[in-house]
């Protein structure tokens, strides 16, 4: 079940604007995850983080991986109607993978 | 490079009956794993299977069960068929196990079959 507290779990942005959201936990994870779902469609990666600490770009996305490693954030810059959708957290370790509930992002143009 | 591939997209079942589900890894990847997805409980793991063996269970009830065959895919059997069996059920691959292993490698959705139990 979710048990990554993710946060905001929605958002309604003009066009333009940037985005922020991030993930916590109790525990610690090896990796992080975010991915992006449309509606009827499954979700699709965006960004992995390996190492703590880590900040990785794709495009207009930048994700981080917390230094702590119970924690990350993905950042969108220059929000575009396309963005929208529902933004899902994960985190992963040997023997456990976790989501958040999601972040449900609108974009107003 | 084809992606995740499920099939049927669309299910629409009545209480009591069974169904299965089928879904075709990206080529190369070993592990397959599969979520229920609902609005009020978001996205839960059911199984994991890797070279062909169920590796990994989530806390679902013995309905739910599945199966992979020598060339990665996988099927997933849910029998007497309840109201609340209604989800989007998702298949995931991956390189290596998800649950196991130094190197996690990330997982890739397919688009999902909408189960409807009337």
């Known amino acids: 079940g979710q048990q990554l507290n993710q946060s905001p779990q929605s958002m309604f942005i003009q066009e333009g604007e940037d985005v922020s959201m991030n993930c916590t936990s109790s525990?610690?994870?090896?990796?992080w995850l975010w991915y992006k779902q449309d509606p009827g469609e499954g979700p699709v990666l965006l960004i992995a983080?390996?190492?703590?600490?880590e900040l990785t770009s794709n495009g207009r996305l930048t994700a981080q991986f917390g230094i702590t490693r119970k924690d990350s954030f993905l950042n969108i810059s220059a929000s575009i109607p396309s963005d929208v959708g529902i933004y899902f957290c994960?985190?992963?370790?040997?023997?456990?993978?976790?989501f958040g509930a999601g972040t449900r992002l609108t974009v107003k143009p | 490079k084809a992606g995740v591939t499920q099939t049927p997209r669309y299910l629409i079942k009545t209480r009591g009956q069974q169904v299965t589900l089928s879904c075709s890894p990206i080529?190369?990847?070993?592990?397959v794993s599969w979520y229920q997805q609902t609005p009020g409980q978001g996205l839960q793991f059911l199984f994991e299977?890797?070279?062909?063996?169920?590796?990994n269970k989530g806390n679902f009830p013995g309905r739910f069960s599945g199966r992979q065959f020598s060339n990665s895919r996988s099927e997933m059997n849910v029998s007497t068929l309840e109201l609340g069996d209604s989800a989007l059920y998702l298949c995931?691959?991956?390189?290596?196990?998800?649950?196991?292993?130094?190197?996690?490698?990330?997982?890739?959705f397919g688009n999902g079959t909408r189960l409807t139990v009337t």
């Open positions: 995931a691959s991956s390189l290596s196990l998800r649950t196991g292993g130094k190197l996690d490698s990330p997982l890739h």
């Open positions: 525990s610690i994870f090896n990796t």
């Open positions: 983080l390996y190492k703590a600490g």
């Open positions: 994960a985190g992963q370790r040997s023997n456990d993978m976790r």
């Open positions: 080529s190369g990847h070993r592990s």
């Open positions: 299977y890797f070279s062909e063996t169920q590796r």
